[in-house]
């Protein structure tokens, strides 16, 4: 098999490092161009050639990603954050190779939370109740108040004492629901019909799951939203629902994710191999394999990257480094 060459963005994080690992774990023959706003992380030793790149948004963000496409002969790019999945589908066009985004309409409703909630509440999806933070009127007990196109956990405020100073183009308030925590990994197929899905409880720091286990609790309600959100949503590839369940069994999302999402690297462990899937669809016209949903637990550690012979970090810049994890 001929070798394909892939951009992986946002190689810095764990949903970049994430999608790198489970390209590796397929024995596909890939080469793999990884790219971040950071010139070193933790992320560069799984990368076979590293660029550095501007943030999304900025204006030489896409002739820069097309120039790398065009150098390195790159076959699909697998964007790794919500910013680029908006750019890099505003700007598809542009760039000569296929890139795994959704429709911008969906990329723009999914990158901000506000629009999230105003789009459920058009078709009569659940969604957590939102407002902009100049029209809440202490409807709720508790608030959360949250950027509209937040990264993670970033900016996000519990029941903050004071909320009309914040500008209503950049947050948000959502009622504040307790219960158990989910989040819902499904993958769309180009037929735009939903492949498959698995869903993990989780415990979260900073943004980021650090144990979950698998649960098919809630299969049947969020096969059927899920479903409701595709036919309204022009989503292609993988995607993500975040939801509490609330004690009354009410499952209540607040946030969707239009990409691959973080927990990639565990849940293609318990059967759900959604970066495989998208090798398969989008790198080699085949039809994705089916899901095999196993029930486990997980939890994430800190490990160390040792670069023994670097005497700096600009020689720690991709794989070629000399270096072993401990």
Not at 15 to 42: E, H, L, M, P
Not at 54 to 71: F, G, L
Not at 108 to 133: C, G, M, Q, R
Not at 147 to 165: D, M, T
Request: glycine share 6%; aromatic share 12%.
């Amino acid at each position: 098999m001929d070798e394909k060459r892939i951009v992986v963005t946002g190689i810095g994080g764990n949903v970049g490092q994430g999608i790198i690992r489970n390209i590796r774990a397929t024995n596909y023959s890939i080469k793999i161009v990884g790219v971040n706003v950071d010139a070193f992380s933790a992320g560069n030793h799984l990368c076979d050639v590293f660029y550095k790149v501007p943030y999304a948004y900025s204006e030489d963000y896409i002739q820069i990603i097309k120039n790398i496409v065009e150098k390195e002969h790159i076959d699909l790019i697998i964007p790794a954050t919500d910013f680029e999945v908006y750019y890099l589908s505003k700007f598809q066009d542009k760039i000569p190779c296929e890139i795994v985004v959704s429709s911008i309409e969906t990329a723009s409703n999914y990158l901000d939370k506000y629009n999230t909630f105003l789009h459920f509440s058009k078709h009569e999806i659940p969604f957590a109740t939102s407002f902009l933070p100049s029209q809440y009127n202490n409807e709720f007990k508790e608030i959360i108040l949250k950027p509209r196109k937040g990264r993670g956990s970033r900016g996000i405020q519990i029941n903050p004492k004071e909320f009309k100073s914040f500008s209503d183009e950049e947050y948000m308030i959502q009622e504040l629901h307790k219960g158990v925590e989910i989040t819902t990994a499904f993958y769309v197929n180009k037929s735009n019909k939903l492949h498959g899905f698995i869903t993990f409880e989780r415990i979260l720091e900073n943004g980021t799951t650090t144990h979950c286990k698998v649960t098919t609790a809630f299969d049947i309600k969020l096969k059927l939203m899920i479903r409701q959100l595709i036919s309204v949503s022009n989503i292609k590839g993988s995607a993500n629902l975040q939801a509490i369940v609330t004690k009354f069994g009410e499952i209540v999302p607040f946030e969707i994710n239009c990409r691959i999402s973080g927990t990639n690297s565990i849940r293609s462990n318990f059967g759900f191999k959604d970066v495989e899937y998208t090798l398969q669809e989008w790198l080699y016209n085949e039809s994705p394999s089916s899901p095999i949903i196993r029930n486990g637990i997980a939890t994430r550690i800190l490990m160390d990257v040792i670069y023994s012979e670097a005497k700096d970090f600009p020689e720690a810049k991709d794989n070629s480094a000399k270096h072993h994890i401990y």
